[in-house]
T-cell receptor, first 116, second 115 residues
Framework: AQTVTQSQPEMSVQEAETVTLSCTYD???????LFWYKQPPSRQMILVIR??????QNATENRFSVNFQKAAKSFSLKISDSQLGDAAMYFC?????????????FGKGTHLIIQP | NAGVMQNPRHLVRRRGQEARLRCSPM?????VYWYRQLPEEGLKFMVY????????ESGMPKERFSAEFPKEGPSILRIQQVVRGDSAAYFC?????????????FGPGTRLLVL
């Protein structure tokens, strides 16, 4: 079975500092996509960043970047200059290419708290 | 361009009743996905549909749950004879095509409470 593990149920960081959220996954596939989604108190799921597994370069989106280690099956999210609006649940997810498994597989999430 | 729309946002049903959840994808999107989120859990994939076709229903419970995406109108997730364990948030997502590279854009979800 394909799984996504987020080992940190909760993380806390001071405003303006940097925090890293961890994610590991287990798959036998070689082609897949990885995603980080944010779920604020409104419960809306918002895409933060995505990474194609065939790309060695780590994706970045403004203050958000990933550290993708394919061999280790690790996909961590780094948030720089944390802001109060970053407070949310963060979910790591992946999706394989083809094979009939069309949905995203999500981890259980990490609750990120921003301390003012 | 309006995002993915779901209604109702909140739905209360008594055990044994039927629940119908609706999802209108983003304009130009013909692929719809349904997910369920239990309390303190991540989202779990249920079903993937294109217009008039169910492509992947590997995550759907075998009984009481069904989904459709007609040629005209929204996608519908139907739960018959609801039980308390069906209480959850149900999210719909859409994408312009079904490729693995496509980002899925999520709606705000429907919170179902079964009394």
């Amino acid at each position: 079975a394909q799984t996504v593990t987020q080992s940190q149920p909760e993380m806390s960081v001071q405003e303006a500092e940097t925090v890293t959220l961890s994610c590991t996954y287990d798959t036998s596939e070689s082609d897949y996509y990885l995603f980080w989604y944010k779920q604020p108190p409104s419960r809306q799921m918002i895409l933060v960043i995505r990474q194609e597994a065939y790309k060695q370069q780590n994706a970045t989106e403004n203050r958000f970047s990933v550290n993708f280690q394919k061999a280790a099956k690790s996909f961590s999210l780094k948030i720089s200059d944390s802001q109060l609006g970053d407070a949310a649940m963060y979910f790591c997810a992946y999706r394989i290419l083809g094979g009939g498994a069309d949905g995203l597989t999500f981890g259980k999430g990490t609750h990120l708290i921003i301390q003012p | 361009n309006a995002g993915v729309m779901q209604n109702p946002r909140h739905l209360v049903r008594r055990r044994g009743q039927e629940a119908r959840l609706r999802c209108s994808p983003m304009k130009g999107h013909s692929h719809v996905y349904w997910y369920r989120q239990l309390p303190e859990e991540g989202l779990k994939f249920m079903v993937y549909l294109q217009k008039e076709n169910i492509i992947d229903e590997s995550g759907m419970p075998k009984e009481r749950f069904s989904a459709e995406f007609p040629k005209e109108g929204p996608s519908i997730l139907r739960i018959q004879q609801v039980v308390r364990g069906d209480s959850a948030a149900y999210f719909c997502a859409s994408s312009p095509s079904g490729g693995g590279m496509e980002t899925q854009y999520f709606g705000p979800g429907t919170r179902l409470l079964v009394l």
